[in-house]
T-cell receptor
Framework: GQQVMQIPQYQHVQEGEDFTTYCNSSTTLSNIQWYKQRPGGHPVFLIQLVKSGEVKKQKRLTFQFGEAKKNSSLHITATQTTDVGTYFCAGRGAQKLVFGQGTRLTINP | NAGVTQTPKFQVLKTGQSMTLQCAQDMNHEYMSWYRQDPGMGLRLIHYSVGAGITDQGEVPNGYNVSRSTTEDFPLRLLSAAPSQTSVYFC????????????????FGAGSRLTVL
């Protein structure tokens, strides 16, 4: 079945450093979504990518969807303490939306 | 507009007990789903529904039952709780396609933390 792998599982950075998480699917995706979960909270939708090679930006966050629509990345420039949390990708293929394992980001102020 | 409401927020059960986690949404979403979240495992789909009267199994359905008698409600039942069902449970809903804005984008409830002793 469809699998979505996300790396790294954990990332600890100094405030101001950049952060990137990567998502890889075993099958071609129709779209990919990204969610953020703050500590103790619930996942909240960030963005959806649909087109091959698509790049979208939200302030310091840059999202990319690979040309083959099998991988994606989230890059945060100059992290702030408000970026702390777990970031999940979720890929939609022929079946249901499948979540990656998430990347937990912690930041040293 | 409350979004997705889950109850209870916390529950402790003994092995073999039964209980129901409640989920209600007021956004007229066709799609509703239940996920469990365990450390290092991400969000795993338990059951889902694309409309009233329609349910289907997800990735980890064993030990759980669901029903969808109305568009608004999607309860998750544990018939005989086991320690392996200790987890945080999230209910999530969305519009189901049709090109509408926000289609297939999940809105999550606040979660229900279940401990089975």
């Amino acid at each position: 079945g469809q699998q979505v792998m996300q790396i790294p599982q954990y990332q600890h950075v100094q405030e101001g450093e950049d952060f990137t998480t990567y998502c890889n699917s075993s099958t071609t995706l129709s779209n990919i979504q990204w969610y953020k979960q703050r500590p103790g909270g619930h996942p909240v939708f960030l963005i959806q990518l649909v087109k091959s090679g698509e790049v979208k930006k939200q302030k310091r966050l840059t999202f990319q969807f690979g040309e083959a629509k099998k991988n994606s990345s989230l890059h945060i420039t100059a992290t702030q303490t408000t970026d702390v949390g777990t970031y999940f990708c979720a890929g939609r293929g022929a079946q249901k939306l499948v979540f990656g394992q998430g990347t937990r980001l912690t930041i040293n102020p | 507009n409350a979004g997705v409401t889950q109850t209870p927020k916390f529950q402790v059960l003994k092995t073999g007990q039964s209980m129901t986690l409640q989920c209600a949404q007021d956004m007229n979403h066709e799609y509703m789903s239940w996920y469990r979240q365990d450390p290092g495992m991400g969000l795993r789909l338990i059951h889902y529904s694309v409309g009233a009267g329609i349910t289907d199994q997800g990735e980890v359905p064993n030990g759980y039952n669901v029903s969808r008698s109305t568009t608004e409600d999607f309860p998750l039942r544990l018939l005989s709780a086991a320690p392996s069902q200790t987890s945080v449970y999230f209910c999530a809903s969305s519009y189901e396609g049709g090109g509408r804005s926000g289609a297939n984008v999940l809105t999550f409830g606040a979660g229900s933390r279940l401990t089975v002793l």
